[in-house]
């Protein structure tokens, strides 16, 4: 089973996400709402503190960063499997969107790997 070395918290895989345990109030006098950053690969991370961020296409753009920083880190280890995905969820556990992430050989390595013996 493959999973991911260290649960991928903002701390050890150097996310600058400030987390705020109390909420911050928007510009528009509102309370800004909370995303879940949920990690699947064989071992499930369920991101329980979450972080507040503005809107829907912030939690986007945090997520797309926030896989990024697991790719390069996880290429690094070698510790992701070749299948894993990323749940955005809100405060109330509702996915808005998901992230999937694939590795399927091309049927070139298999020449390759006969090639080489």
């Known amino acids: 089973m493959h999973g991911i070395i260290s649960a991928p918290t903002p701390s ?7 987390r705020a345990s109390r909420p911050r109030r928007c ?5 800004m709402p909370r995303y879940h950053f949920n990690v699947y690969d064989g071992v499930n991370f369920l991101d329980k503190k ?5 809107d829907f296409m912030f939690a986007r753009r945090e997520a797309i960063r926030y896989a990024g920083v697991l790719l390069e880190e996880g290429a690094r280890l070698e510790s992701l499997g070749s299948e894993w995905r990323m749940e955005v969820t809100d405060g109330a556990e509702l996915i ?4 999937d992430f694939f590795v399927t050989p091309s049927s070139a390595i298999g ?5 080489s013996k």
Do not use: I, Q, T
């Not at 510009?27 to 309370?31: A, I, N, W």
């Not at 979450?50 to 503005?54: A, Q, R, S």
């Not at 020449?111 to 090639?115: E, Q």
């Open 12 to 18: 050890n895989f150097g996310l600058a996400w400030m």
């Open 27 to 31: 510009r528009r006098g509102g309370y």
């Open 50 to 54: 979450g972080v507040e961020l503005p």
């Open 96 to 99: 808005l969107f998901r992230l």
């Open 111 to 115: 020449s390759l790997k006969s090639r």
